[in-house]
């Protein structure tokens, strides 16, 4: 059976999904917080500072009244290699026409890209890479130690690992005639850019029963603003046969085709505000020993619903693949030769054309943290003292390793819905519509995860040196890569250090994140959207209007490196 569709509206689960700060379902790199980083996230039995508010609230009740402030400078890596849906000899490249088409006009005459380049099609490279760029991840969190046993948090954090992307529209290259020019990129259907604004809000209440006893609960909500660009086809063609090549003697394959008569691919910006994502999360700690700390954590969300606008620009591209310079680039719905479909404001046909409906997987968290204290303790700083039983490792303790063991309930995306209403009429496409079903196919896996980090005080009061090192399983089938995230396993490596001045911790932090190879051989599994009603026999749940190519088949690289500040002060 044909899979569902991925292709226009990809952007919703690369937005969304991004409104909780998540940390073991394989969307980002653990965890948010400069001191956390650089612990490889193995932070959860320790809950020393603030941000302790969503990564584990029981911990507010151990600290003083505080406040920190912090941010993380992402650098993302990924390349995706898109290949032949059929992986053999005859399909190194996915296939893609320019116009006019016909069986004798494949790879050879219009070369895609990847297509060799020892041979007669000279195409661009196959392989495409994300335009660099620095994603900024804020945190701001406060405690008010209320009572000796009673604390309230409240905090904001930013999404880690999500950011602004932005892919090539086209790539250059050098036919075999020696000429210039440019094709669209292999990726477009995908994703070529991406524009978020996300905060995080959680207010918690931790509460000391017992000495060596607190527990914690939060209310969190995400508010999320994002715009996605990518393409579609507006009409698609099926080739097929062993009539293709230049002599008409190799096997057919589907294929791209971004000039369909004329009409071909189509551009869209999508758009999503989604205000509230109610959740909450509750953690616990408890010290069976002097040196043992035990936590455990949990964490649930509402799934996003919210509703999606669009606005679309039809025949973008040449015969050759260039931008179609030629094309009325107008806004009038009413004049037949308009390629442009508003989605901007009310009364704008794309406007709130849509909706989308996202589950947000649970994810849990269980902490073992030995510590080994000075034999001798020196004088506390002046906010550790007094009644309220405060922590303070960097004059308690010569050093202490945490482990902490992550899982979360990936599996519970299996797709992303998207619908649309009926009718919605994309101008420039000779009535194509927008689907009404555009449900977008995930099968996600869950994701387990450990961490193991530690920290060493140099100097009591003064210095403090960590490290950590973190893992997380697999948790995307190959079949269904996609660019928006990567859900490959995950390795970590991180280094940090505090120094204190005054009231202050100032922390700051590395970490490398190694990212698996997903690869799919050509053998994808999602299709694009297309404004045909009725492309492909059986489509299953999603319905039709989907091409004949898949659009994801090859590999996706990845990697991210990322260094984080934080400041914390004490009362």
């Given amino acids: 059976m044909r899979k569902p569709a991925l292709g226009l509206f990809t952007f919703v689960s690369a937005s969304l999904y991004a409104t909780s700060a998540l940390a073991s379902n394989g969307l980002e790199s653990p965890e948010n917080g400069a001191y956390q980083v650089g612990r490889g996230g193995a932070w959860l039995a320790r809950a020393d500072d603030p941000l302790a508010v969503y990564f584990n609230p029981a911990g507010l009740v151990r600290q003083p009244t505080s406040v920190h402030l912090g941010a993380h400078l992402i650098f993302a890596d990924r390349c995706y290699t898109r290949t032949g849906q059929d992986a053999d000899e005859d399909s190194d490249t996915y296939g893609q026409y320019g116009f006019p088409v016909s069986p004798g006009n494949d790879v050879d005459n219009f070369p895609g890209p990847g297509a060799d380049p020892e041979g007669d099609a000279k195409g661009p490279p196959g392989r495409v890479c994300e335009n660099g760029h620095v994603s900024p991840n804020p945190q701001l969190a406060a405690n008010f130690r209320v009572l000796d046993q009673l604390a309230i948090g409240i905090g904001v954090l930013g999404p880690h690992g999500v950011g602004n992307h932005e892919w090539p529209e086209q790539l250059p290259f050098v036919n075999r005639f020696g ?318 250090a505090t120094v204190r001045v005054w009231r202050l911790d100032i922390s700051a932090a590395y970490q490398h994140t190694f990212i698996g190879t997903l690869d799919n051989g050509g053998q994808g599994a999602l299709y694009g959207l297309s404004g045909d009603g009725a492309t492909i026999e059986d489509p299953g749940p999603g319905g039709a209007s989907r091409t004949f190519q898949v659009i994801n088949g090859g590999k996706l690289e990845s990697e991210m490196n990322e260094v984080a500040l934080g400041i914390t002060g004490r009362f």
């Fill in 179 to 496: 000429v210039e020019g440019t094709q669209p990129s292999p990726q477009r259907y995908m994703l070529v850019k991406s524009s978020s604004i996300i905060l995080f809000p959680t207010l918690s209440v931790a509460w000391a029963p017992l000495d060596n006893l607190a527990i914690g609960a939060g209310f969190t909500w995400g508010i999320a603003n994002a715009s996605f660009e990518n393409f579609s086809e507006s009409l698609s063609v099926q080739v097929s046969g062993n009539n293709c090549g230049p002599n008409n003697d190799r096997p057919c394959v589907f294929n791209d085709d971004f000039a369909r008569g004329g009409l071909g691919d189509v551009r869209a910006k999508l758009s999503a505000t989604d205000l509230f994502v109610p959740g909450f999360v509750i953690g616990a700690l408890y010290s069976p020993h002097k040196y043992i700390d035990v936590a455990g954590w949990f964490r649930w969300s509402d799934a996003v619903d919210t509703e999606a606008s669009v606005t679309t620009t039809a025949q973008y591209w040449d015969g050759q693949g260039k931008l179609n310079e030629e094309a009325d680039r107008c806004s009038d719905p009413s004049n037949p030769l308009c390629t442009v479909t508003l989605g901007d404001k009310e009364g704008d046909p794309g406007y709130k054309a849509g909706h989308i409906k996202l589950p947000i997987p649970m994810e849990a968290k269980l902490g073992v943290r030995f510590h080994y204290p000075r034999s001798t303790v020196g004088e506390k700083p002046v906010w550790a003292q007094g009644t309220k039983k405060v922590r303070d490792a960097m004059s308690e303790d010569l050093f202490d390793v945490e482990a902490d063991f992550t899982y979360a309930n990936n599996s519970a995306v299996k797709n992303l819905e998207v619908r649309f209403k009926k009718g919605i009429i994309i101008n420039g496409t000779q009535g194509g519509t927008l689907p009404e079903n555009a449900d977008i196919p995930h099968e996600w896996k869950d994701v387990f995860g450990v961490r193991l980090g530690g920290e060493v005080v140099i100097l009591p009061s003064l210095l403090s040196a960590r490290a950590g090192f973190f893992y997380e399983s697999k948790g995307q089938d190959d079949a269904y890569l996609n660019i928006d995230f990567h859900n490959g396993e995950k390795t970590g490596l991180s280094a940090g």
